[in-house]
């Protein structure tokens, strides 16, 4: 099965922002359930999306990583700052790895007739990848800020920052998967 199978069934999924629209709400015939196979391609669909978005960004930080090494204020970096810098460089080229990863494990398997299992392995990349990108970002805060701002306030601002990307990325996602949990058993 390849990434084209099923664009028909993306393209009525996908409005103009690429925001997946439910085909089976009010007054769209919501009594036909999504089958498997829809399910399968929407969400390898939706993975797909994930990933440009995601490699954009990881790609970027991690191309402006590369290019600290070479310039003069590299040089005087102290120890613990190289530390922080190598933590950094390898979170970030971890996180580029997953990040990618969909992608050729999708080339490796396409007509194989695993998309089920390769949306799920491809999740838990994306989940590993966005893990791993937040500590990079992080990562990166710190080293940049123990510049700029003097004493202690360099960590608190990192660590206040990486509070909010847990809260943003992982908390609020968790909270509103619980929270429709207890809607949908209270309806059963």
Not at 7 to 19: H, P, T
Not at 41 to 58: A, K, M, S
Not at 98 to 124: E, Y
Not at 155 to 163: F, H, K, N, P, R
């Amino acid at each position: 099965m390849t990434m084209t199978e099923g664009s028909s069934d993306s393209a009525k999924d996908v409005g103009a922002c690429g925001a997946h629209h439910d085909r089976h709400g009010p007054g769209s015939g919501a009594d036909e359930p999504e089958s498997a196979h829809e399910r399968v391609n929407r969400r390898w669909n939706e993975i797909l999306q994930e990933t440009r978005v995601t490699q954009t960004g990881v790609q970027i930080l991690f191309g402006f990583l590369l290019s600290v090494a070479f310039t003069p204020l590299f040089r005087e970096l102290g120890t613990v700052d190289r530390v922080i810098y190598v933590t950094t460089v390898v979170l970030g080229a971890s996180a580029t790895g997953a990040l990618i990863a969909p992608v050729s494990t999708h080339r490796f398997l396409s007509g194989q007739r695993m998309k089920d299992d390769m949306v799920k392995a491809a999740g838990r990349l994306m989940v590993c990848g966005m893990v791993l990108l937040a500590l990079t970002i992080g990562c990166t805060l710190l080293l940049i800020l123990r510049f700029v701002v003097p004493g202690v306030l360099a960590e608190v601002l990192a660590g206040a920052v990486m509070l909010w990307f847990g809260l943003c990325w992982y908390v609020l996602p968790l909270h509103l998967r619980r929270r429709a949990g207890r809607r949908s058993a209270s309806h059963e």
